[in-house]
């Protein structure tokens, strides 16, 4: 049987703002993809400014993806090193 919260989550889904944003919600939600594959911080951070950049953020998210891909590039390198 589905609790109150969960009936309301889920006839609200499509127009929560703070779980359900509609820059994440065009198939598959970023965070479901992103725990779905295990990824991590940086990984995770990525997706997140890839997937929204058009509906959200702009060039500006384009930029956000690029810096978190390279402190990923620089911290394997270190490590593997």
Same mark, same amino acid.
């Given at each position: ?25 065009? +198939? %598959? &939600?970023?965070?479901?993809? #992103? ?9 995770? /951070?990525?997706? =997140? ?8 953020? +702009? %060039? &500006?998210?384009?930029?956000? #993806? ?9 911290? /394997?390198?270190? =490590?593997?090193?």
């Amino acid at each position: 049987m589905m609790s109150s919260y969960q009936k309301t989550d889920k006839v609200n889904k499509k127009h929560d703002n703070v779980r359900h944003p509609k820059h994440y919600t065009k +198939g %598959i &939600e970023m965070w479901d993809y #992103a725990y779905s594959q295990g990824l991590g911080f940086f990984e995770g /951070n990525i997706l =997140k400014y890839i997937t929204r950049w058009k509906d959200k953020g +702009g %060039i &500006e998210d384009l930029y956000k #993806a690029k810096a978190y891909l390279d402190k990923l590039i620089k911290n /394997n390198e270190i =490590k593997n090193s």
